[in-house]
């Protein structure tokens, strides 16, 4: 079946850089997401990687290796309301294209 | 705008009793999802439509049942068959045509059984 491992807690400061790691099993890849959600709140999209590479939008980064099966979320310049939990998640053929979603990292910014 | 609304935001709800979660969207998504999430956990599927009058069961469908009559609309009954139905809810859509995974979410509903 599939599986997803990211780390279940990050703690960084202020306008420092974080990564938060992602590995994964499944059968049939085709992308690895990220999604935000504040406590409470609803998810939201942050990136898509199909391909090798790293892919940049403003701050995040998110960085795909299919060989490894691993990906990653960079953070840049951190901000107090980058406070929330990260979840990265797979398509596979095996869930009929649907997500796969890890447990999520809590990313925790102190001042 | 538009956007995907679930309704109530909040409900509470009696052991034994069946409750009705409302999920609409106005994105003109033709895929629609129901997901779970438990404290400190990831979203597990409970149910997904890709067409109208058509819907899949997830990884943790039993306790639950959906419709999917109109194109907007995929309302979640959470039966009283569902052993630990306390949890938070959550709606989503996507454009089945699209090329990458976005799912816009609804602002969930917090179920609490008493």
């Known amino acids: 079946g599939q599986s997803l491992e990211q780390p279940s807690e990050v703690t960084a400061v202020e306008g420092a850089i974080v990564q938060i790691n992602c590995t994964y099993q499944?059968?049939?890849?085709?992308?690895l997401s990220w999604y935000q959600q504040h406590d409470g709140g609803a998810p939201t999209f942050l990136s898509y990687n199909a391909l090798d590479g790293l892919e940049e939008t403003g701050r995040f980064s998110s960085f795909l290796s299919r060989s490894d099966s691993y990906g990653y979320l960079l953070l840049q310049e951190l901000q107090m309301k980058d406070s929330a939990s990260y979840f990265c998640a797979v398509r596979d053929w095996r869930s009929q294209g649907n997500l796969i979603f890890g447990k999520g990292t809590k990313l925790s910014v102190k001042p | 705008d538009g956007g995907i609304t679930q309704s109530p935001k909040y409900l509470f709800r009696k052991e034994g009793q069946n409750v009705t979660l409302s999920c609409e969207q106005n994105l003109n998504h033709d895929a629609m999802y129901w997901y779970r999430q438990d404290p400190g956990q990831g979203l597990r599927l409970i149910y997904y439509?890709?067409?109208?009058?058509?819907?899949q069961k997830g990884d943790i469908a039993e306790g639950y049942s959906v419709s999917r009559e109109k194109k907007e609309s995929f309302p979640l009954t959470v039966t009283s068959a569902q052993k630990n139905p306390t949890a938070f809810y959550l709606c989503?859509?996507?454009?089945?045509?699209?090329?990458?995974?976005?799912?816009?979410f609804g602002p969930g509903t917090r179920l609490t059984v008493l």
């Open positions: 499944t059968s049939g890849f085709y992308g």
């Open positions: 989503a859509s996507s454009n089945l045509a699209g090329t990458t995974d976005t799912q816009y």
């Open positions: 439509s890709q067409i109208v009058n058509d819907f």
